[in-house]
C-alpha cells in the first residue's frame, strides 16, 4: 500500500504593500488660454490678439450658480418701501356703526374695518428688506463664469481703445449709429448689442439714449454693469481697459498665484525672454 506524502504546509502570502503615491503637481492654469481679439472701434476691423488665463475666460458653464446671482442682483435692487395701514393706524372713531342684530344686514363693526371703502388693509405690504445673502467669492465666480459663456459662444468683442462715435453732427449722430449697428449685426433683428465703457462716451451714449435706440442696444459704464446685464442681450461689446477692469475685480475667490496680476507678470517675463533670446521656462512667483 503506498503511503501519502504530506502536503506541505502553506503559509498565507501577505500582499505587497501599496506603492506610495506620487507627489502629483497641480496643473498650471495659466498653460491653456483665451484669446481675444481687439477691435478698432467704430470700423470693428481687428487689431490685435490678447490673452487672458482660463481661470478667468474659460470656465465652464454653471447655470446654479448664474442663478444664484441674478437673484442676489435681484433682491438686492428691491426698495421694499411699500407700506399700507392696518385698521389700528387709520384715524376715526371706533363707534359700531350698527347694531349687531335686527337690521338684517351683515354684523359690522367700526368705520376702519378692512371691508369697508377707507378702512385699513388686510395683510397688507410693510417697508421690509427684500435683500439675501450670497458669498462673495460665489458672486465673483458668477461674473467670470458669465463672461466665459459669452466668450465660449463668440459673443464678447474686444475693442482696443475707446468705444465712442466723434466727428459726426448731432443731427445725424442717431441715423450714423442705426447704420452701424446693422452693418455689424449689433442691432434689435440680431438679439441687441451690450456696449461697456470704462467711462461714459459721450457720443456713443447719446445715440443710444434717443427715443427709438433703445430697442437697438444699450450703453452702459463698467461699475453699473449686473451678471444679468452680461446674459440679457445677444452680445457683449466691451473695452478692453472695462473687461480688464471687471476680471481684477472680481477674482478674489482665486488664489493669489493665479491672478490677474501673476499673470501680467509672467507675460512679462516671457516677453523680455523672447526679446533676449532665452530659452527655458519663465516661472511665475505668486
Request: positive net charge; proline residues 7%.
Amino acid at each position: 500500500m503506498a503511503t501519502e506524502a504530506p502536503l506541505p504546509a502553506t503559509t498565507p502570502s501577505t500582499p505587497p504593500p501599496a506603492p506610495t503615491p506620487g507627489f502629483k503637481p497641480q496643473p498650471n492654469p495659466f498653460l491653456q488660454t483665451a484669446t481675444l481679439t481687439t477691435h478698432a472701434f467704430p470700423s470693428m476691423e481687428p487689431s490685435s490678439f490678447v490673452a487672458y488665463p482660463s481661470t478667468h475666460l474659460l470656465l465652464p458653464l454653471r447655470k446654479d450658480i448664474l442663478h444664484r446671482a441674478v437673484i442676489f442682483e435681484g433682491d438686492m435692487s428691491r426698495q421694499g418701501t411699500a407700506s399700507t395701514k392696518w385698521r389700528s393706524e387709520i384715524h376715526g372713531s371706533g363707534h359700531k356703526i350698527r347694531p349687531q342684530k335686527g337690521s338684517g344686514k351683515a354684523r359690522l363693526g367700526d368705520k376702519k374695518s378692512p371691508m369697508l371703502r377707507g378702512g385699513g388693509v388686510a395683510f397688507g405690504p410693510k417697508p421690509r428688506d427684500f435683500s439675501t445673502g450670497l458669498p462673495k467669492k460665489i458672486y465673483h465666480l458668477a461674473w467670470r463664469t458669465a463672461l466665459s459663456y459669452r466668450y465660449r459662444k463668440g459673443e464678447l468683442l474686444l475693442i482696443d481703445g475707446q468705444a465712442d462715435i466723434t466727428g459726426v453732427h448731432e443731427d445725424s449722430l442717431e441715423r450714423y449709429t442705426r447704420d452701424l449697428l446693422r452693418h455689424n449685426r449689433f442691432g434689435h433683428a440680431d438679439g441687441r448689442t451690450l456696449f461697456v465703457t470704462l467711462e461714459r462716451r459721450e457720443g456713443l451714449f447719446r445715440a443710444l439714449e434717443g427715443e427709438r435706440m433703445g430697442r437697438e442696444a444699450r450703453a452702459l459704464e463698467v461699475w453699473d454693469v449686473d451678471v444679468k446685464d452680461l446674459l440679457e442681450l445677444g452680445r457683449v461689446v466691451v473695452e478692453r481697459e472695462a473687461l480688464e477692469w471687471v476680471l481684477e475685480e472680481h477674482q478674489e475667490d482665486l488664489a493669489p498665484g493665479v491672478r490677474l496680476g501673476a499673470w501680467g507678470r509672467m507675460m512679462e517675463g516671457l516677453e523680455r525672454a523672447s526679446e533676449g533670446g532665452a530659452v527655458g521656462d519663465v516661472t511665475m512667483s505668486a
